[in-house]
């Protein structure tokens, strides 16, 4: 049975953790958007993880996840040479980055991890990338100095003006649409809520948008539908179809509502996992 090694693995702050994990038929493959499915242990959940990078040369696929439910704990127990039991992949349509020659990519929180490879990987094909990420406060900034790097224009916001400049990456993207500023396509990845009113905004001047709906994926194939949203009034399945759709024909509002429906088990499962951590410390 084969197992996958940790290579490498990296706190990026309080409660995001990034991984390099030892795939190299994965990392072979792999390209911006898509997904691994992981599995820690045999008696695991299966949970999908964007790919936040990969090294071809090193055979590795790097993964970057915040704590908040009983998997993701678990995974956060594991140490630098220890393994998981699955991790499988890649999965998902990439992002759709060809012929692009100016485009703005816009991060939200632990969305910048999956923010990141489009940024990257259309700074490599020659484009003119402007980043806009965003965090709440400073202690969760990350990423910065790999953004700055594929960036030809970067722009840091925080919502309580802790780091950057105060507010959210609404503000500075409807400042440059207010002056002429025009993208080829706005990508936006991060927290539900974010990419809506980046819809909202860019939906005023007309403005393509791509939004990745990850936040809503539970298996990966299709077949919970719990990544079932509405597109334009048609059903799609955003591990499937997606995870990148038009922004402005996705239903946020029953995105959200259906996100929302899954948090009292997840608590559940988390505090479980959290209560079997501290009995073993003890």
Known sequence: MDMYKIVRKKSLNPTVTLMDIEAPLIAKKAKPGQ????????????????????????????????????????????????????????????????????????????????????????????????????????????????FKACSDHFTMMTDDGSYGEKGNVTLPLKEMLDNGERFDEVIAIGPLIMMK?????????????????????????????????????????????????DGHLVDFDEAMSRGRSYAPFERHAYEETCNLFAKEVE
Do not use: W
Request: hydrophobic fraction near 40%; charge should be negative; include cysteine.
């Open 197 to 245: 009113f980046v819809c909202l905004t860019t939906k005023e001047y007309d403005q393509k948008t791509t939004v990745s709906m990850n936040p809503i994926m539970v298996d990966g194939t299709g077949m919970c539908g719990g990544c079932r949203l509405s597109v334009g009034g048609e059903t799609k399945f955003a591990c499937v179809d997606g995870p990148d759709f």
């Open 35 to 146: 997904f691994i499915i992981l599995r820690v242990d045999e008696d695991g959940e299966r949970i999908p993880r964007t790919i936040a990078g990969y090294d071809r040369e090193n055979g590795t696929v790097t993964i970057i996840f915040q704590v908040v439910g009983a998997t993701t704990t678990l995974l956060s127990h594991k140490n630098e040479g220890e393994f998981i039991q699955d991790f499988v992949g890649p999965l998902g349509t990439p992002s759709r980055l060809d012929g692009l020659k100016k485009v703005c990519v816009i991060g939200g929180g632990v969305g910048c991890a999956i923010a990141l490879p489009v940024a990257q990987a259309l700074h490599e094909m020659g484009a003119e990338v402007t980043s806009i990420v965003g965090f709440r406060n400073k202690d969760l900034v990350i990423l910065e100095d790999e």
